[in-house]
Every structure is written in structure tokens, then in C-alpha cells.
């Protein structure tokens, strides 16, 4: 194994560099040289009293870390790898009450209670009614388009809706309700890009402010069970369901792991789609169903989540001591080439395509992934039939982010 080549100072969850680009060049140098690096860090700019992390950025290995939560912990430092250096240590405690933040069993408990609304038949409940939201997203935006100059920004025209309709639908939030949420849950994942001028106070608030809601819909659910998803994760006799402020903190992490990363998906996949027009022109003509898998690797809208490790271990030639913060980084993983053909190609039809988009398997992989698929298939079949011949105007504009790959902005034109 070699030294890296990488200017000093150079971190891969820097804010700045996400916001210009997802650093592949260096992953690549990562993978071949030092596959599993410390990074050092001034204490406290990532909210940690610590020196820095590692970062693992083989396949291979962020699938070990994350089938292995024995050894490598969700609850410690929380997944979150990198918050302001504003934040105080009791608010990242406050945290851990999201489920991607607990270990095992509490995190087992809780998730075979919320797993009961992602069963296939509950997915496939939703497709009817989530169709004919996307086709409605889609022809709402081509009439806004042709009433003006025939452009508009996709991300808040087309990509941002339907992944919030299915949140809502899934746990019955009232239509005139959803946009609350969906301006919520956008200050709690914003609050690194200056743009929006979200403070970590307020994008608290926002946490909050979704927690009560989801108490408040939990509260009604149990004084009046209906047949929704909430009545059957609240409101049942016996053990084995969520308190009102469990299902709170569970609402929390669909409105940023359902919400935000599966609008990131479809906002990168309409740019794959429209800067490789061959895979365009392959889509609309055959609707292959390896499609949406592809977009979520290409896009890996979670750059990176973290591990703690819980005792000394070696990993991919490295040395972890207890206590040491573990980055994966999941969108190196997802370009490694001794796992993908090619892994720079945006292609449809890759298949198998056993990509960490999802998470890297073990007691996290995304329990939303069946539903994220769906939403992804339906909205893309939806810009086919409507707009097949929607072009780019301009380069997307990137969330400013320690951790999502972001696009906050994509104009286009109907053509």
C-alpha cells in the first residue's frame, strides 16, 4: 500500500467540495492506495471533540462496517458524520432517538414495528394513487412551462413532489398539510448551505416542529384508530408499537432519508438522462426496469454516513482503535471497479447491479428502498410519456453539504 496523493488539509465531508463536486478523482486514489485512511480534523469542526475519522471507500469494506454493527456503532456519534461545529453535544444526543442512529436491539424493536408500512402490499397499495400524482406533477409543470418561455427548474417543479406525496400518503397527512412538511424537513437538511440561511437553531426547530405534528396525527390515531399505516404502528392493543414521540422521531427520518434523498435520485437522473441522450433515447423506447437501481447508484445521494468503532479491529489494512469515528463512503463504493464494469457508464440496463445507494446491508439497509424504487420508476415513466423532449439550459446548481449529494437547482426546457 502507497501514500495517497492529496493536498493538505483535503477532507472528503468538507461542505465546499460537495458543493462543487463529488470527489471521484480522489476516491479512485483512495481505493488504490489507502483504502481505509485517517483523515485528520481540528477538533470540533464537525461537531466532535475527536481528530479527524477514517475513511473507507471500498465496496468490500463499507459493506463489512455495515453488516458488523457489533463492532461498528450507529449510536455512538450518531450516523451523521459531520454536523455544524456549532452544535453542542446534547443536541447530537437528541438524536439518537432517530432510528438510523440506534444499535441493536433497541434499533431491531423499532424497526420491526415500522417495517410493518413497507411490506410489499403496503408499496403496492400506494402505486395506483402515486401514478396518477406523478403524471399530475408532470402535466402541472409542462402547462406552468408552456404559459411562460417552456423552462423551469425541474428540482422544485417535478423532483421534490412526488417523493413528499408518498411520505404523506403513506402516513395520511392531510393534502393541505404537505407542504408544511416538506418545508420542514428541507431546513433540518439545509442547514450547511448559506443560500437558505438555515441555522443549526432553526433547522432544530424544524426537528421539532415535525416531531409535534407526528405526535399530534399519533395522539388522534390512538383516541381514534382509522385503517392507515399510523393506526397500525400507535394504535393497536399489546406490545409491539411506537409511542407518540417514537412515531415522532420516526416521521423525522422519513421526511430527510424518504424525502431528500429520493428527490436527489430523480434530480440526477433526469441530468444523467439528458447528458447521455443514448440512455434517453434507450428509456423512453423500452422502460427498462434496471433503470431506477442505475440512478440511484450513479446519483448515490448519500455521499457518506458514519460508524463508530466499538473496539479495536483492523479494516482493509488500518488499524481502527475503540472510540475511532468509521466515514463510508458510499458513493466510492458504488464506483469501485473490482465490483462494477465500467462504473464511470450511466447505464440502464447494468444488471446485477449490487450497488450501496441503499445502504450497505446489515440492520440499516433502507427500509423506504421498494418505495423509493416505485417513486423513481413512476416519475420517469411520467417525464417519458409528457416531455420527452426536455433539454438542459444550464448546469445543475449543488447543495452545499457535508454528506448529501444535493442538487438544488436543474433548468430545463420542454423543447
Known amino acids: 500500500m502507497s501514500c495517497p496523493h492529496l493536498p493538505d488539509g483535503f477532507d472528503f465531508t468538507d461542505p465546499d467540495l460537495l458543493q462543487a463536486r463529488v470527489p471521484h478523482p480522489e476516491f479512485a486514489e483512495m481505493r488504490r492506495t489507502a483504502p481505509v485512511w485517517w483523515c485528520p480534523q481540528p477538533a470540533g469542526v464537525s461537531g466532535f471533540d475527536d481528530e479527524g475519522y477514517w475513511v473507507v471507500t471500498r465496496h468490500a469494506d463499507v459493506k463489512h462496517v455495515s453488516t458488523h454493527p457489533e ?22 444526543e437528541v438524536q439518537k432517538l432517530i432510528m438510523l442512529n440506534m444499535d441493536p436491539p433497541e434499533h431491531t424493536r423499532v424497526r420491526q414495528i415500522v417495517q410493518r408500512g413497507f411490506t410489499p402490499r403496503a408499496v403496492r397499495s400506494l402505486e395506483d394513487a402515486l401514478r396518477r400524482r406523478a403524471r399530475a406533477i408532470v402535466e402541472t409543470a409542462l402547462a406552468s412551462a408552456a404559459a411562460g418561455d417552456g423552462s423551469f427548474d425541474f428540482v422544485t417543479n417535478i423532483a421534490v413532489e412526488l417523493p413528499l406525496q408518498a411520505i404523506a400518503e403513506l402516513i395520511g397527512v ?55 399505516i399510523v393506526s397500525q404502528l400507535v394504535a393497536a392493543e399489546g406490545e409491539g408499537n411506537l409511542s407518540s414521540d417514537e412515531f415522532g422521531f420516526f416521521v423525522i427520518l422519513l421526511a430527510v432519508a424518504g424525502n431528500e434523498t429520493t428527490r436527489n435520485a430523480i434530480s440526477h437522473g433526469m441530468h444523467a438522462f439528458l447528458t447521455h441522450p443514448d440512455q434517453w433515447e434507450l428509456y423512453k423506447r423500452e422502460r427498462p426496469a434496471t433503470a431506477a437501481e442505475e440512478i440511484v447508484r450513479w446519483a448515490t445521494p448519500v455521499v457518506s454516513f458514519q460508524r463508530t468503532a466499538t473496539q479495536d479491529v483492523d479494516l482493509g489494512g488500518a488499524r481502527i482503535r475503540k472510540g475511532d469515528r468509521v466515514g463510508l463512503f458510499y458513493s466510492s463504493a458504488n464506483n469501485d471497479p473490482e465490483v462494477f ?54 448546469e445543475p446548481r449543488r447543495l452545499r453539504s457535508a454528506w448529501l449529494n444535493g442538487i438544488k437547482e436543474l433548468r430545463v426546457t420542454t423543447g
Open 71 to 92: 463492532l461498528f456503532s450507529s449510536n455512538t456519534n450518531t450516523a451523521v458524520i459531520r454536523f455544524n461545529e456549532s452544535i453542542s453535544r446534547d443536541q447530537i
Open 174 to 228: 392531510p393534502q393541505e398539510d404537505r407542504s408544511k412538511i416538506f418545508d420542514w424537513s428541507n431546513k433540518m437538511a439545509a442547514y450547511d448551505d448559506p443560500e437558505y440561511a438555515i441555522t443549526e437553531e432553526v433547522g432544530t426547530e424544524a426537528a421539532m416542529e415535525i416531531v409535534s405534528y407526528a405526535m399530534n396525527l399519533a395522539a388522534a390515531r390512538k383516541e381514534c384508530p382509522a385503517k392507515d
Open 341 to 394: 464494469d465500467a462504473p464511470e457508464r450511466f447505464d440502464i440496463t447494468r444488471d446485477p447491479n449490487p450497488h450501496l445507494g441503499f445502504g450497505g446491508g446489515g440492520p440499516h439497509f433502507c427500509l423506504g428502498k421498494s418505495l423509493a424504487v416505485q417513486e423513481i420508476d413512476l416519475i420517469f415513466h411520467a417525464i417519458a410519456d409528457a416531455l420527452p423532449n426536455l433539454r438542459l439550459t444550464g
